[in-house]
């Protein structure tokens, strides 16, 4: 079994046999820091296309085609183009019809870079997509607009439906993309536990969703007190720097299991983050849990007959 992953210093690579190996670099070196994330380039969601190749969303670039043997590349989508008159700052996580013709993805803001993530964070900004990419016409679509912090994305089981968590809202909206209410959107969960990041299948037929950070209840939630003062927000980010802001987001972390139709089935915790922080995404595969995270620099992996 092999492994993909995005690494914050541009890398795309292949975990095989306890091997690390980098398949491609979407942008230009130097690396490793906030102010050449956007030259480097920042791959966040990846799937395997029903051909065998990797569809990656770079943060700063666009939509890729990636051949994992060769690491060529190729853009499909160009975040430089704008959609409707508004460009995409910040291209986050992506969906595959099984036939390979439909791309779903979420462009977090036309306003906000992903390095810049803890100001759209705290401005709740209101400028995200959810659009559609076409491979046989080349056509880009608005599927909806004026989300706030939409990000992970995920096609249901009978791809008659996407999921999109909008982080900031603590929320799941869902999309119709056939039958009878084709185009139409409601809510799917509500009021979460956590701020969603990436959604993706279990093999229950729900659908694993990472909290990128809880809502401690009771306790303290920075993002709850701060949604209704505007005016603090700004005074925060003039005083301190991302780093120092991160430090009052709790480590606790949490990954939930929904059902087909929203309901909560399981939770997983980490309350003091002492072994997986900041998690991002949960993929499942042959009873184990690998977890990544925005921040930590490892991948972990849980047995889920132990638990």
């Not at 249901?156 to 799941?172: G, K, N, Q, W, Y």
């Not at 909290?211 to 003039?238: C, E, Q, T």
Request: glycine share 8%; charged share 25%.
């Amino acid at each position: 079994d092999v492994l993909y992953a995005g690494t914050a210093d541009g890398q795309i690579v292949k975990i095989e046999d306890d091997k690390v190996h980098t398949i491609a670099r979407l942008g230009k070196p130097p690396c490793g820091n906030r102010e050449n994330e956007h030259t480097c380039g920042r791959p966040l969601g990846l799937r395997v296309g029903p051909n065998g190749t990797l569809i990656v969303a770079d943060a700063y670039q666009g939509i890729f085609e990636v051949n994992p043997i060769t690491g060529a590349a190729e853009m499909l989508v160009s975040s430089h183009i704008p959609v409707q008159g508004k460009k995409m700052s910040f291209v986050n996580d992506l969906s595959v019809t099984s036939d390979g013709r439909k791309i779903y993805f979420t462009d977090s803001s036309s306003k906000w870079q992903r390095r810049d993530y803890p100001y759209l964070v705290m401005e709740a900004t209101d400028d995200g997509r959810l659009l559609e990419y076409d491979i046989v016409t080349k056509e880009v679509k608005v599927l909806m607009d004026g989300l706030r912090f939409p990000n992970g994305v995920q096609l249901s089981p009978a791809e008659d439906f996407l999921l999109v968590a909008e982080t900031t809202m603590a929320r799941i909206r869902r999309y119709y993309v056939s039958g009878l209410t084709k185009g139409g959107a409601d809510m799917f969960v509500e009021n979460m536990p956590g701020f969603p990041d990436n959604i993706r299948l279990s093999s229950s037929g729900g659908y694993w969703v990472a909290m990128s950070a809880v809502r401690l209840n009771p306790g303290f939630s920075m993002m709850d007190f701060l949604s209704d003062k505007p005016w603090i927000k700004k005074i925060v980010f003039k005083l301190f720097s991302h780093d120092t802001v991160m430090k009052f987001v709790p480590r606790y972390s949490l990954v939930v299991e929904l059902g087909e139709k929203g309901s909560y089935k399981r939770s997983f915790h980490d309350p003091n983050g002492e072994v997986a922080t900041y998690i991002s995404e949960v993929h499942e595969h042959n009873g184990y849990l690998y977890m990544g995270s925005f921040r930590s620099p490892f991948i972990c992996k849980l047995n889920l007959r132990d638990v």
